[in-house]
């Protein structure tokens, strides 16, 4: 028993519908996610195995794993992410070594079989992590281009500072939310241009931003900077994150500490976690850095991924989605291990559970963008949906669905999805000042 590489290609599941070509979970996968089913109604950790959840609350009775009885029964990934990279792998290469073909001992074992195997379709998917704090990068230069141009100047379109810091804000954890989670169209302070005093109203400008949100495992100490190849060793995994974004509001409000209200309602992530383990394979080089980064922001290795993501709206009465957008993560200028040690520099302590949104990801190309901010230009080029309808932001009734894969040969390790539908605006009973 036992694999020397979990990442092999060549390795084939007992589970048939890992074996699938362009299936999401594949034994070279073996992502993390919280989950509940109406058998048992207590949130527990999981690994997605093809169309299946292999239960490790249940495993880890075994002792076929290297943790402690109970680590896996818990409502969140934290007390496993909290045990450090080394026991990651090791746990890993034991799921993995139950899961291949070779291996029968759950196969050829009654009562774990039935039990142990939860179908993906039977589950409700949970928030996967305690999230202890939440913070929104901007790294994609594309995306910082296109958005400088539309509210600044063209020709001056990044920042002075955007080459030499992985530029941020502060998010709220407390909205981040799992994918499915309805979303309710914010409300907040919106002035118009042809007004003297802002009003109180629904967005009207309702956005997504295409991420990925790296999840970090292990913690700093206050005080205390970290390398990057360090940092890149603090990263439990990646999700499809959702940066919902409200553009009325934020740019009433985003001068000079920026986004604020406008980001903080929703945050979306999908369910489960891609182990940095699982994405090693998928190393590439980032772009050029130039002019080069300070020294402790200096990457020697590959730290970027060659992960394909796409995005999907479908309006509530359509029956099928659009794909909006296709791009790649792989385009991102500063990579999340720098993210991370930007972060920490200072001396700020990184906590496990901390999650880091690595900026809307957006491609050189029209249709590779990342916001409907950017894909309509800011309204003037309205989308065409395969329904005939038009979209310059979002409306209610739309779902947003946004996935994304690495292909390997002959497999893929997938994300899954991330989708939220937006809801109406809740009531409000606030008087208007001028009544
Ligand atoms: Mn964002």
Not at 1 to 20: F, H, Y
Not at 157 to 162: E, F, G, S
Not at 215 to 228: F, L
Not at 328 to 342: D, E
Request: aromatic residues 8%; charged residues 20%; negative net charge.
């Amino acid at each position: 028993m036992g694999t020397n590489n979990p990442n092999d290609p060549s390795l084939k599941s007992w589970i048939e519908s890992a074996n699938q070509n362009d299936c999401h979970f594949p034994v070279q996968n073996l992502p993390y996610g919280v989950f509940s089913d109406k058998k048992n109604s207590s949130k527990r950790v999981g690994v997605a195995i093809g169309e299946k959840i292999l239960d490790l609350s249940l495993i880890e009775k075994t002792h076929l794993l290297p943790v402690a009885e109970g680590t896996f029964n818990q409502p969140s990934v934290n007390a496993f992410m909290a045990l450090g990279a080394s026991v990651w792998k090791e746990t890993r290469n034991a799921i993995s070594s139950i899961l291949v073909q070779e291996n029968r001992t759950i196969h050829d074992h009654a009562v774990l079989l039935d039990q142990a195997l939860v179908h993906l379709e039977d589950a409700s998917m949970h928030l996967p992590i305690e999230i202890s704090e939440y913070t929104d990068f901007y790294s994609s230069r594309e995306h910082a281009t296109n958005v400088g141009s539309m509210f600044r100047d063209p020709k001056n379109a990044l920042m002075p500072n955007w080459l030499h810091i992985p530029v941020a804000y502060n998010g709220r954890a407390s909205t981040v939310v799992v994918s499915k989670t309805d979303i309710h169209r914010p409300l907040g302070q919106i002035k118009l241009p042809d007004q003297d005093r802002p009003i109180l109203g629904a967005s009207k400008k309702l956005d997504m931003e295409l991420e990925m949100g790296a999840i970090v495992g292990t913690s700093s100490k206050m005080g205390q900077p970290i390398h990057v190849e360090k940092a890149n060793e603090m990263i439990f995994g990646y999700v499809i994150l959702n940066d919902w974004s409200a553009r009325d509001i934020q740019v009433w409000e985003y001068q000079p500490l920026g986004p604020f209200q406008a980001k903080a309602f929703a945050t979306s992530i999908s369910p489960w976690i891609v182990t940095r383990d699982a994405l090693e394979p998928f190393r590439v080089q980032g772009p050029e850095q130039d002019p080069q980064p300070l020294p402790y922001l200096k990457q020697e290795g590959h730290y970027n991924y060659d992960l394909n993501l796409s995005v999907s709206l479908k309006p509530e009465t359509a029956n099928t989605r659009t794909i909006i957008s296709k791009t790649n993560f792989k385009y991102m200028y500063w990579s999340s291990p720098q993210q991370l040690a930007h972060h920490a520099v200072c001396g700020c302590r990184m906590r496990c559970g901390d999650l880091l949104g690595s900026g809307t990801i957006s491609g050189s190309n029209s249709d590779s963008y990342g916001s409907m901010l950017e894909l309509t230009w800011n309204g003037k080029n309205p989308l065409t949906l395969d329904s005939g309808e038009k979209r310059i932001f979002i409306e209610d009734g739309d779902t947003l669905a946004m996935t994304g894969w690495c292909q390997g040969k002959n497999y893929r390790v997938g994300f899954g999805e991330v989708s939220g539908k937006i809801k109406p605006a809740i009531e409000h009973s606030f008087h208007r000042d001028d009544k």
